[in-house]
């Protein structure tokens, strides 16, 4: 299977590219390439269930293989290569990552700024979706369906029992450690129920 090859190196994402950061938790083994299988255990691991996961590492990698493998041939294993994953940023984003793939954090403030009317460091479900509606860019339907997606499974994954979805959730989303959190808290879980 492509997922288990390896070459030995383990990738680092850069440290100020939040981007990478966000990309490498799906890295399952570290280097540096993303497979549609590293995708669904990724969704697996921050605790969404077979349906979304498998949906999610075919768009996913479909959507952003080619994108991040520039002069490369078309691959079938859909590789998505976690050092340029700044060539597949979408539009109609929030503009937190730069162009690189680093934090802006201006832009970060802003989605509360403009947003967060209910609770200044959170956001509601419509205030989740007057975000979207402002960060729509004109004709382009795949950007705003990928911003669509990343927001709603961040909502659902992470609102709080009144349904908020807090600041430092949404920061931790954008520098990827939120996963890492989700993972251990769902393994934590897991381990309980079968000691």
């Known amino acids: 299977m492509a997922s288990s090859i390896s070459t030995g190196v383990k990738f680092v994402p850069e440290e100020d590219n939040f981007l990478q950061r966000h990309v ?3 890295d399952r083994n570290k280097d540096g390439i993303v497979y549609p299988s590293e995708t669904f255990q990724g969704f697996r691991a ?41 060539l597949a940023k979408h539009g ?8 690189d793939g680093r934090f802006v954090a ?33 004709n382009d339907r795949k950007g705003w369906l ?9 909502h659902y994954l992470c609102k709080d ?12 989303a ?6 890492e959190k989700l993972e251990k808290q769902r393994s934590s879980k897991t381990s309980k129920k079968h000691p």
């Open 24 to 26: 490498a938790f799906f």
């Open 161 to 172: 029992k009144n349904g908020l979805l807090h600041k430092d959730t949404v920061r931790a």
């Open 92 to 99: 109609s984003d929030s503009g937190v990552y730069d162009k």
């Open 174 to 179: 954008y520098d990827g450690s939120l996963f």
């Open 46 to 86: 921050i605790g969404c269930g077979y349906l979304l996961s498998a949906v999610a590492s075919v768009f996913i990698n479909i959507g952003l293989s080619s994108k991040t493998r520039p002069g490369k041939g078309f691959s079938i294993w859909f590789p998505i290569e976690v050092k340029n994953i700044h």
């Open 146 to 154: 990928a911003g669509y997606t990343e927001w709603k499974v961040l």
């Open 106 to 138: 201006s832009k970060f403030e802003e989605i509360f700024t403009k947003h967060a009317h209910t609770h200044r460091d959170a956001l509601t479900n419509e205030e989740l979706k007057q975000l979207l509606k402002a960060n729509k860019e004109p």
